[in-house]
């Protein structure tokens, strides 16, 4: 069956990079777009953007371009949303989801505490 | 961008009861639209898809309506695991947007 397995909880200090990983199986990873979805505590959705992951393409929405890169090791089936020089408002959870957002990882939460 | 806004926040309601959670679109969004749940442990569950379509599994109380700019997901009677938060989103355009959600609690 079709699964996103994402990477474990990560406590990091400001100014701390963090990798998730997103591990696709079940279906043919280049295929399908991988999107990211940020939830801060307590709050709502946001789009971050995709990865074309038949040509590695990014693309961000505004509040995520810059210190956020997403890349492939599509050997491996897996997706990957690094966080550069770490702020306090980026802890949160964060989620991949397959285009079409029927299959979602379980999510990562990105804790940042000094 | 195009705003969703959802309402109510948050509902109390009881096992049994018939509810109605909206969302409206800054502009037209062509029924682009998709409703999501999210359980206390995170877990987010994709219920309709394309403004009334359900995803494969999900039960039949669930349905979706609507059209422009104004959208619904109706759960025509609560059942103990439909206590959760629910989200819309629209995928018309870029970026994709998400409503603030509406957290159904029981009364």
């Known amino acids: 069956q079709i699964q996103l397995v994402q990477s474990g909880p990560e406590l990091k200090k400001p100014g701390e990079s963090v990798k998730i990983s997103c591990k696709a199986s079940g279906y043919t990873f280049t295929n399908y777009g991988m999107y990211w979805v940020k939830q801060s505590p307590g709050q709502g959705l946001w789009y971050m953007g995709w990865?074309?992951?038949?040509?590695?393409?990014?693309t961000y929405a505004d509040d995520f371009k810059g210190r956020f890169v997403f890349f492939l090791d599509t050997s491996a089936s897996t997706a990957y949303l690094q966080i550069n020089n770490l702020k306090n408002e980026d802890m949160g959870t964060y989620f991949c989801?397959?285009?079409?957002?029927?299959?979602w990882g379980q999510g990562t939460l990105v804790t940042v505490s000094s | 961008d195009i705003q969703m806004t959802q309402t109510p926040s948050s509902m109390p309601a009881s096992l049994g009861e018939r509810v109605t959670i909206s969302c409206r679109a800054s502009?037209?969004?062509?029924?682009?639209l998709n409703w999501y749940q999210q359980k206390p442990d995170g877990t987010i569950k994709p219920l309709i898809f394309?403004?009334?379509s359900l995803q494969s599994g999900v039960p039949a109380r669930f349905s979706g309506s609507g059209s422009g700019t104004d959208y619904s997901l109706t759960i025509s009677s609560l059942e103990p695991e439909d206590f959760a938060m629910y989200y819309c989103?629209?995928?018309?355009?870029?970026?994709?947007?998400f409503g603030s959600g509406t957290k159904l609690e029981i009364k």
């Open positions: 394309y403004t009334s």
């Open positions: 990865i074309n992951t038949e040509t590695g393409r990014p």
């Open positions: 989103q629209q995928y018309d355009s870029s970026p994709l947007t």
């Open positions: 502009q037209g969004i062509n029924n682009y």
């Open positions: 989801a397959r285009d079409g957002f029927v299959y």
